[in-house]
């Protein structure tokens, strides 16, 4: 690892001081992206800005009808929490099968929608459910916050702070995990909020996409009946040592009607 | 740039100055001696290195030493009962066999100690599940569950 300065602020306008005036400074959260990334000398920030001492980050709490989840709430946090888990168990599912126990004691919902790895859980909840991402300084709807791989909208120095997620009469993920590391090959969430249905897909493209010809199937009959013979078009799909790009494509069908049932 | 910590490490006070990119495995192998918590890889998946954080099992490759600042750390070394008796997980280990070449050993009975607390069941897919994070080279892990069920009973009776 190379060597950096290390600040750990109990003020959120601090932590936006610090990123904001240089731009190789770097947010830590759960660090367990960012450390491993370091460690490979893949990264060379200056500093590393701590986010663990700003208070009530990590709280989830019931707002309106849905669920606010701060920034620095874990994995096991998510997993385990009564709210989520009465009024969004699907989320709390997903949560719960996000790498292994060690990962989900220490990695956050902030550092992982930050990041935006391409095979990352929550991304598709987030689209699937139209999340809100509430950052120091504005809130970001959830179909626009992943632009690309690894890219999301976050200006320089911005915080994401928490996420609300609207409750939803269907919300459900299925993964494929990869079977070392856990991440999805491909992960598909559907959720239904009244007429609206929605089937987000991770880990199959370059960043999370929304299946359209599954959406309008289900929106005319949600069932699982109702995706049989609908092919994903696997123009575009990651190919790599795990899968194809057709494969992914098929078991992105399977996923979404495990996802209903 | 250097940082002055102050964590508890097996229940004895801690304080350090420390270089803010040294990892909490780090701090506790080369700095305080304690080499029971292994590190078996570079990539934050093989779980030799787990400890407990404030009772929750992390792995200390994937933390810095900074992070650590004002916590409760618990390694191998500190999971004894008074005179050095094995805790029950690790007797369970012995027992059934649980390891071959033992490098996995320390981090599999951590990982183990915080599934037996928070597991609802000990079916072998829960405990199968629950060592996810956790890797072993030798033993196939069929005994490492056995001890694994063997030592959360005997943790949830004694
Ligand atoms: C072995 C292993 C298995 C894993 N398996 C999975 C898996 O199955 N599914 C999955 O989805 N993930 C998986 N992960 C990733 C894990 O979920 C990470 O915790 C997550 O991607 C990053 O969260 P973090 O809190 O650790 O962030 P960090 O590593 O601290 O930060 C990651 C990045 O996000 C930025 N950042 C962090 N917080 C914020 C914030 N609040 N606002 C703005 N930027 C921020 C940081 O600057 C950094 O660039 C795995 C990781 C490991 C090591
Ligand atoms: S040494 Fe920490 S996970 Fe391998
Ligand atoms: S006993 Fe050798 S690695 Fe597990």
């Given at each position: 690892?190379?060597?950096?300065?290390?600040?750990?602020?109990?003020?959120?306008?601090?932590?936006?001081?610090?990123?904001?005036?240089?731009e190789d400074a770097k947010l830590l959260a759960g660090g367990q992206t960012l450390i491993p990334t370091l460690k490979q000398r893949l990264a060379m920030p200056t500093s590393l800005v701590d986010l663990s001492a700003v208070p009530?980050?990590?709280?989830?709490?019931?707002?309106?009808?849905?669920?606010?989840?701060?920034?620095?709430?874990?994995?096991?946090?998510?997993?385990?929490?009564?709210?989520?888990?009465?009024?969004?168990?699907?989320?709390?599912?997903?949560?719960a099968h996000i790498g292994d126990p060690q990962v989900r004691n220490r990695g956050t919902i902030g550092g992982s929608i930050a990041n935006a790895d391409p095979a990352a859980d929550y991304p598709a909840a987030l689209v699937a459910?139209?999340?809100?991402?509430?950052?120091?300084?504005?809130?970001?709807?959830?179909?626009?916050?992943?632009?690309?791989?690894?890219?999301?909208?976050?200006?320089?120095?911005?915080?994401?702070?928490?996420?609300?997620?609207?409750?939803?009469?269907?919300?459900?993920?299925?993964?494929?995990?990869?079977?070392?590391?856990?991440?999805?090959?491909?992960?598909?969430?559907?959720?239904?909020?009244?007429?609206?249905?929605?089937?987000?897909?991770?880990?199959?493209?370059?960043?999370?996409?929304?299946?359209?010809?599954?959406?309008?199937?289900?929106?005319?009959?949600?069932?699982?009946?109702?995706?049989?013979?609908?092919?994903?078009?696997?123009?575009?799909?990651?190919?790599?040592?795990?899968?194809?790009?057709?494969?992914?494509?098929?078991?992105?069908?399977?996923?979404?009607?495990?996802?209903?049932? | 740039?250097?940082?002055?910590?102050?964590?508890?490490?097996?229940?004895?006070?801690?304080?350090?100055?420390?270089?803010?990119?040294?990892?909490?495995?780090?701090?506790?192998?080369?700095?305080?001696?304690?080499?029971?918590?292994?590190?078996?890889?570079?990539?934050?998946?093989?779980?030799?290195?787990?400890?407990?954080?404030?009772?929750?099992?992390?792995?200390?490759?994937?933390?810095?030493?900074?992070?650590?600042?004002?916590?409760?750390?618990?390694?191998?070394?500190?999971?004894?009962?008074?005179?050095?008796?094995?805790?029950?997980?690790?007797?369970?280990?012995?027992?059934?066999?649980?390891?071959?070449?033992?490098?996995?050993?320390?981090?599999?009975?951590?990982?183990?100690?915080?599934?037996?607390?928070?597991?609802?069941?000990?079916?072998?897919?829960?405990?199968?599940?629950?060592?996810?994070?956790?890797?072993?080279?030798?033993?196939?892990?069929?005994?490492?569950?056995?001890?694994?069920?063997?030592?959360?009973?005997?943790?949830?009776?004694?």
């Open positions: 690892m190379y060597g950096f300065d290390y600040h750990r602020p109990a003020a959120l306008s601090d932590i936006v001081d610090l990123l904001t005036a240089d009530g980050l990590r709280e989830i709490v019931a707002e309106g009808d849905g669920v606010r989840i701060g920034a620095m709430a874990t994995h096991a946090a998510v997993a385990g929490s009564e709210v989520v888990r009465a009024m969004l168990p699907g989320l709390a599912d997903l949560a459910l139209d999340a809100v991402i509430r950052t120091d300084r504005r809130d970001i709807a959830g179909a626009e916050f992943f632009t690309g791989l690894f890219e999301t909208a976050l200006l320089l120095g911005e915080v994401v702070t928490s996420v609300f997620f609207p409750a939803a009469s269907h919300a459900r993920y299925a993964k494929f995990p990869n079977p070392a590391s856990r991440y999805a090959m491909a992960g598909v969430f559907v959720a239904k909020q009244g007429d609206v249905v929605r089937v987000a897909v991770t880990g199959a493209g370059p960043s999370v996409f929304r299946w359209d010809a599954a959406e309008a199937a289900l929106s005319a009959r949600f069932s699982a009946d109702a995706l049989v013979g609908l092919v994903l078009d696997d123009d575009g799909l990651n190919s790599d040592m795990h899968a194809d790009a057709a494969y992914r494509a098929h078991i992105v069908g399977v996923l979404a009607r495990r996802a209903i049932a | 740039m250097s940082v002055a910590i102050t964590l508890t490490v097996n229940g004895a006070p801690v304080s350090r100055e420390v270089d803010p990119r040294l990892l909490l495995s780090q701090l506790l192998r080369d700095e305080l001696g304690l080499t029971g918590t292994h590190v078996g890889c570079d990539t934050s998946q093989c779980g030799a290195c787990t400890v407990h954080l404030d009772g929750a099992s992390v792995k200390s490759c994937a933390m810095l030493a900074v992070q650590a600042d004002g916590s409760d750390v618990l390694t191998i070394e500190g999971i004894a009962g008074p005179n050095g008796a094995l805790h029950p997980m690790q007797a369970a280990f012995r027992e059934h066999h649980g390891l071959q070449c033992g490098f996995c050993t320390p981090g599999m009975v951590m990982g183990a100690i915080e599934l037996a607390r928070t597991a609802p069941d000990l079916e072998e897919a829960t405990i199968r599940e629950g060592l996810e994070g956790n890797l072993c080279r030798c033993t196939g892990y069929q005994n490492i569950v056995k001890a694994v069920r063997a030592g959360a009973q005997a943790m949830r009776e004694g």
